[in-house]
C-alpha cells in the first residue's frame, strides 16, 4: 500500500509514455488477464467450502502463486474494477478536487474510467500495455460494461444468451436481479453460455496471435457467478440441493426481527455495533423472518448454494479451457497470467446474500499468478489485495513501474517470501466513513473514526465469519490503535442537496465538495408560489438559511417547501383592461417569455408580464402517488380535465369515448385565502399503472 501524498497529482502529471516498442523488441512476456465476477474464496485450495470442485484453478495454483488473503478495494463492481483497472484506490480514483473529474460513483462505463484516468494523469492498465507495444484483446465484463474504443481487438461484452430457465425463480426483490434456475436437459448446453463463448474466443485468440509478433495483453472478464444464476443441469448435480449440501454457518441465536420495523438485525447476544447493522440490506434473500416476501427458508438457502457453487465450477471448466488453448499455442512459455475476483460475496452468513458490505465474505478473494518469474506451486498468507495487481504486472513483464500506482509490486514478495511485509489491505465503501484495515489475521472495520462504539474488530483466524466483535475489549485496545494507523483519510467530502416540492438549496461556498470541518451556508429558494417550510436530515429549523459542518463524513440537507399563496394574486391586480390587452389575453400567448403560456399564468394566478422563476407552481405526483395540483376556482369558464397516459402517445380521461373511466378526484382543498382548490386525483388503470399525468386547460379570460 502507498498513501497518496500532497504530491500525488504532482507526480502523476510527471507521468511519461516511453516510446512504444517495435515487433523486433518484442521480448516482454505476454498477460492474460483473467477476472470473475463475484466470487468469493470458494476454491479447493483455500477449504472454506469443503465440497467445491475447482480443478483447473487448482491447476493454476501448481504452475504458480495462489494468495489466501487477498481483498478487494470495494464490494461492488463498479467501484472495485475502477481500482484495479487503474492501481488506484477508490479514494484517489473517485477524485472530487480534480478540475474536470467527473462524480466517481457514476462512472459506469469503460470510457468514463479511461477519462477518469486521463484526468488524473495515469492511464487505465491496457492502455499503459498498448501505449508500450503491447496488442490488447479484450471480451466480456473487465470494465463494467462494453470495452473501450482504444481496444485493438473487442470481442464484445456479452457473447450469447442461453435465456431463462424454464423453472427460474424471480426473486421479488426490487433490483437485485437475484434470480437463479437450472436448464434442465435438452434447454441448454455448456455451448450456449456466454461465458463458454467468450471463452472460445480467447483460445481462437491465442492460437491465431503471431509467435513472433508484437506482445499481447489478452482480457476476459466472466460473469458467472454473478446474478441471475443461470446454469446447466450438470453443474448443478455436482451440488445437491438435499440435507448433505454444506452452507455457510449462521447462528440464529444472534439475530432478531424488530417487531415495530419488520427489520433484521442483530439481537441482543450480538456484539456487533449499530452502525454496521444498519448496513444489512433489505430486499434480498433471508433466511431468519418467514413472515418477509424474500424469506427464502432451508430449501431456498440450499438451492442459491447450489447454484452459485455451479456457477463457480462451470467458470472453472471456462479456465481450464483457456489454459489448454494457451498450452496448445506458440506463447505457453512467455505469457503471464493473472486470475482473480473484482470481490466477494455472502452465501447466507450474517443472514446476508449480497456483497455490499466490509465483512470478510464480501471482501475476500482468489488472487493467482503464473509464469516467468513466478514461483511454481506456491501458497501464500501473507495480505495483498488487487490494486497490487498492476503494478505487479508491470513488474513480471519488465515495463517500466507506473508511479501512479498506488498498490504494492507482490514480485519481490513471490520471490522471497520470507521478507518483512507490513503493507495492509484497506477496504471502503459507500460515500461515508466507511472503512475496513485487514492485516493478517486481524479486520478492523469503522463506520466512524471519531466514534470508537461504531466499530468491529476481528480475529479472523479464530472467528472466520465474524461473530465475535471485539472491538469494546480493553484487551485489544493495542491492536485498534494499531489498525487505525492505516486508515485513509478522507481529503473531499460532499454535501448533498435534495427537496421535497418546488424549490432549489443554494451552497456558500458552492461545492458541492469540501475539507473536512468546513462549515457551509445553505440557503432555501422557494419556487414561485411555493414557500420553504423546514430543514431535515443533517440540516435543522426552519429559517430559510442555515450551516451545516462538514464533518465526520458526507452531509446531506433536505429542504422541504409547500404551495403557498403570494403568488396567487397577481393577476388579478390587473384591470379588466389589462386583461382585454391581446398580449396578456391571448392564451397562447407568452409575453414574459417565462415558458409558461397566458392560460397557465391565469390559472395559477401568476403574473403574465413578469417571468415567473424558476418555475410556477405546477402538478406534481404527492407520496401517495396521487396527481396533485392547484388551481383557481373562481372562473366558471375555467375548463380543467386530468388526463394519463401509460406511453406518452396516447393519453386517456373520463369521457373520452371508451366508455372506462380512468380517473377518480379522490379529493378536494379548498383554499379560502385566495379561493383556489388543490385536486387529488388516482388512476382507475388495471394491471400497469398509469406512468405519466398532465393537466389539460380552457378557458375564457374575461
Known sequence: MKLPSPLLLLLLAMLICPPTLSAGESSHPNVLFINIDDMNDWTEMMGRNPQIQTPQMHRLANMGTYFTNAHCQYPRCVQSRSSYITGLYPETFFAKNVEGAADGHEIKDSQGVVEQAELLGTQVIDEYFRSRGYKTYMVGKIYHGQAHANVDVDGGYGGGSA????????????????????????????????DYQNASWVIDQLENHPADGQPFFMAIGFKLPHVPWYIPQNWADLYPADETLWLEPFNPELWEVDEETGRFGPSPLNTMPSAAASKLLQGYPNILDPDDEQYVGLQGWRDITQVYAGSISFVDDQIGRILDGLANSPHASNTVIVLFSDHGYHLGNKNSFTKHNLWDRANRVPLFFAGPGVPAGQTLDRTVELVDVYPTLLALTGLPPNPANEGDNLVPLMQNPGIEWNEPALIFHGSNADQAVVKENWRYITYDPTDPDDAELYDVAADPYESNNLAQQPAYQDKIDEMRTFLMPRPFLEVRLVTVGEGTITRNPPGPYYEKGAEVEVSAVPAQGWQFDQWGRHASGSEPTT??????????????????TASYETWDAFTPAEHADASISGKLEDPDNDRYRNIFEYLFRTNPKEPDQPQVPRSLLNPEGQFQFRVRSDDPNLIFRPELSLDLQTWHYNGDGSGQDWLEIVNQIWHPEDNSRTYLVEPLTDGEPASFFRLHVNVTVP
Open 163 to 194: 435465456g431463462k430457465p424454464a423453472n427460474a425463480v424471480d426473486f421479488p426483490g426490487e433490483g437485485t436481479g437475484t434470480d437463479w434456475g437450472i436448464y434442465e436437459a435438452g434447454e441448454a448446453t455448456d455451448a450456449e453460455m456466454g
Open 547 to 564: 450551516t451545516v459542518t462538514v464533518h465526520p463524513w458526507n452531509r446531506t440537507v433536505k429542504a422541504t417547501f409547500s404551495l403557498g
